[in-house]
């Protein structure tokens, strides 16, 4: 339940970077702008679901503070770091840069993903049981 729906919005920041990539690749600059805007924002929005949401959740529920989650977190301190310098390269039409950074991001947020899919989420839906379909929906209202 917290796997499919993580994954899928794993799936579509991915897709938003992508179809960023490919605009600014053809020279559609604005395109490409406003792709990555909403990338950065889909994919904070992602972290915020679990920093504020899940990870509390299956702290409280687990007693386990430290751990996946503790890891989780730094590395989204990480990848929003990398966010930010890939931005201000955009800004500042430094498109070498914004690609290079968005190189190492990539690369850095695709293990992180593939650390939440394969074994933080299931860990969750184990952890809540009953409850995951609630928490999706919690996750859900945090769109509106």
Known sequence: ???????????????LYADCESALLA?????????FSRFSETTLHHFDMEER??????????GMMGGP?????????????LLESMKLALNEN????????????????????????QMLYPMIDR????????MVQTLKAMDQ
């Open 53 to 62: 949401e899940l990870f509390i959740t299956f702290e409280k529920r687990t």
């Open 94 to 117: 430094r498109f070498n840069d914004f690609f290079g950074i968005g190189e190492s991001m990539m690369i850095m947020l695709q293990q992180h993903n593939m650390k939440e899919e």
């Open 27 to 35: 020279k559609e600059v604005e395109k490409g702008r406003d792709l």
């Open 69 to 81: 989650t503790q890891m989780m977190r730094y590395e989204h301190q990480q990848l929003r770091s």
């Open 127 to 134: 952890a809540l049981g009953s409850d995951a379909q609630l």
């Open 1 to 15: 339940m917290i796997l499919e729906f993580m994954r899928d919005d794993h799936r579509s920041c991915d897709c």
